[in-house]
Nanobody, 121 residues
Framework: VQLVESGGGLVQPGGSLRLSCATS????????MAWFRQVPGKTRQEVVY???????RYADFVKGRFTISQDIRKSTLYLQMDNLEPEDTAMYYC????????????????WGQGTQVTVSS
């Protein structure tokens, strides 16, 4: 299983970025996946999570600004980030459960290497 994030970079406040998470090595599933972020020295934060039943949960601090999407044909997960704020500066990671079993709890045990997002003027 391999996850490769891309799309990070430096952007001014109010700007936008779209992160990608290209997956391979398993049968892609449209559920049990998430984006997280982490600043050095701080606790990792869940940004958005797609549960086993397909429900989507956004962190309060990104609601209305970030949108998760996916291209099943490309086995790729995306995170569209709009109206970025300096507080969004972090390393962003995608995570998946490659062995989804309907009705069970997701286990996000595969992670990418991360892509850095820096929001600064």
């Amino acid at each position: 299983v391999q996850l490769v994030e891309s799309g990070g970079g430096l952007v001014q406040p109010g700007g936008s970025l779209r992160l990608s998470c290209a997956t391979s090595g398993y049968k892609y599933s449209s559920v049990c996946m998430a984006w997280f972020r982490q600043v050095p020295g701080k606790t990792r934060q869940e940004v958005v999570y797609i549960d086993n039943d397909g429900s989507t949960r956004y962190a309060d601090f990104v609601k209305g600004r970030f949108t998760i999407s996916q291209d099943i044909r490309k086995s790729t997960l995306y995170l569209q980030m709009d109206n970025l704020e300096p507080e969004d500066t972090a390393m962003y990671y995608c995570a998946v459960d490659p062995k989804v079993v309907p009705g069970t709890v997701c286990v996000l045990n595969y992670w990418g290497q991360g892509t850095q997002v820096t929001v600064s003027s």
